[in-house]
């Protein structure tokens, strides 16, 4: 009897819970976590009541704050160990308020968060549950604790989990089965994380850009998909361009800027990408070489190698190709120049590369796209799409050009437009371009600035209607770029590349 007594009253737990879950269905239906509350933009302290508000003002999906416990065992918010200098785990809450955020609000608790949340039915609670390192019980009363107030308050429907402690996500999952609980460290596989019963995953977005599978085996369990903390521009397009359903991050508004302009609103879709999230090699699954040192067609100076480190180098999330002052096979520099394999090769489509350029008179950096089966015969007839060109003489100019039988620089005929900048050495830019049936756009920075058109008068003016392949590549010297002589000075000299992606509609 006692045990049939047990087993209606979790029934009767269970199912509350799930109504009040089914009873919301107002959230914002947006990609947008504000970590800490929205709190960067307007100098609002973090994990602070405002922030909590400003997140609810933008419209957030979901707003994350952590979770301490007190010398005297009150749960109280706050991202570190410590609170404006003092130790949480080992003050009492009254200590706590002696000192007050820049605000002038003190410290929350969790009771008092979880209050102000519900009283909106639009932004969710992303409540992280820290490991206080100070042993496994202590990690476990906080966690209970959390629960206990989050039911307490009939807060089921607000609140979502998440923790680095994986025994505290599975202690949850564990004693309240209907939560989506998500983990954070970024050491378990998919399909282990699923059989262990968690919603969703929420790693590092550098995780996912160094397993490059990992987004669409967790999707295919049927798993969301979160990124933190995605701060710079790069690191937000990553997790837009392959449509993780959650981005957590302290620029909410940049975020949502991003969103809104991203290819994806225009209808395109990641077809193939390479964020350069390993270490040493680029990964040959993705690029061959172009090797050799025959001046190619330009009286270039390089001899390009195979897979040699000192001049094609992954590290630190971009890939670095470097020109150096190295005699090999009759040829005063070596370099590299990369082409994506042939099973990425596309028709019409959105290129971007994002790069930094090297500085230097003689430098010849590019960013450009081949016929994969030369259609109608060898260059320039089967055509030439140059996304990226820079001519170190030329410092403050960009390049989008094409190539084709009727316009070419071999008879002067060549269509292009150049772009002024003076950031593409120090900064990271990304270069674009979007090709269609009937016209191809050159973008820098989303500026486009250069567009050719598809005449109809046949191959001569556009052989665009064929597979390409695109090139990374570095020259030295040749009839352009060495116009005005090379400056040995200027070496060893590198192009950052910190991504590549290819979108279809």
Not at 108 to 131: D, R
Not at 313 to 337: F, P, Q
Request: include cysteine; proline fraction near 3%; aromatic fraction near 12%.
């Amino acid at each position: 009897m006692k045990q049939l007594t047990i087993a209606i009253l979790m029934i009767t737990i269970i199912t509350t819970i799930a109504n009040a879950q089914k009873k919301i269905t107002s959230w914002n239906k947006n990609q947008v976590i504000a970590h800490r509350g929205a709190w960067k933009k307007n100098n609002i302290p973090e994990n602070s009541i405002a922030a909590l508000q400003q997140a609810f003002k933008l419209n957030c999906h979901g707003s994350e704050f952590d979770v301490h416990l007190t010398l005297d065992s009150i749960i109280v918010v706050n991202h570190d160990a410590t609170f404006l200098g003092t130790s949480i785990a080992k003050s009492t809450y009254k200590q706590l308020l002696e000192k007050k955020l820049s605000n002038g609000e003190t410290i929350p608790t969790l009771e008092n968060y979880l209050k102000t949340g519900m009283k909106q039915k639009k932004t969710k609670l992303i409540l992280e549950i820290k490991p206080q390192n100070l042993g496994k019980e202590r990690d476990m009363l906080l966690t209970e604790k959390a629960l206990q107030m989050v039911r307490k308050l009939k807060a089921q429907a607000w609140v979502e989990y998440i923790s680095f402690g994986y025994d505290i996500c599975t202690y949850i999952i564990k004693n309240e089965p209907n939560a989506k609980v998500a983990y954070l460290t970024g050491n378990v596989e998919p399909e282990k994380m699923k059989a262990d019963g968690f919603s969703g995953v929420d790693y590092h977005f550098s995780v996912y850009q160094q397993n490059a599978d990992y987004i669409t085996r967790f999707k295919k369990l049927g798993m969301t998909v979160n990124g933190w903390t995605a701060n710079l521009p790069a690191e937000i397009s990553y997790l837009i361009a392959n449509e993780v359903e959650y981005i957590t991050t302290n620029e909410p508004e940049l975020t949502f800027e991003m969103i809104k302009n991203a290819p994806l609103v225009s209808g395109w879709k990641l077809k193939w990408a390479d964020e350069f999230g390993g270490k040493g090699l680029p990964d040959p699954k993705n690029w061959t070489y172009d090797v050799g040192g025959n001046g190619w067609g330009n009286n270039e100076k390089q001899f390009y190698t195979k897979a040699d480190t000192l001049n094609t180098k992954v590290e630190k999330g971009s890939l670095n190709i470097t020109v150096r002052k190295t005699d090999k096979e009759n040829m005063a520099y070596t370099s590299a120049r990369l082409a994506t394999r042939k099973k990425f090769d596309w028709k019409y489509g959105r290129l971007e590369v994002r790069a930094m350029l090297p500085k230097g008179r003689g430098l010849w950096p590019a960013i450009w796209m081949l016929p994969t089966n030369w259609k109608y015969g060898s260059w320039p007839a089967s055509g030439e799409i140059d996304v990226m060109e820079h001519v170190g003489f030329a410092p403050d100019s960009i390049h989008g050009t094409v190539h084709t039988k009727s316009f070419n620089h071999t008879i002067n005929t060549q269509v292009g437009k150049a772009i002024k900048s003076d950031t593409h050495y120090t900064e990271y830019h990304v270069y674009a371009m979007e090709w269609f049936e009937d016209h191809i756009d050159i973008f820098m920075d989303g500026n486009k600035y250069f567009s050719f058109k598809n005449s109809r008068k046949g191959m001569e003016e556009w052989p665009f209607d064929q597979d390409f392949h695109l090139l990374l590549n570095i020259a030295v010297g040749g009839n352009w770029g060495g116009k005005q002589g090379i400056d040995d000075q200027i070496f060893p000299a590198t192009m950052k590349v910190d991504y590549v992606r290819v979108y279809q509609k």
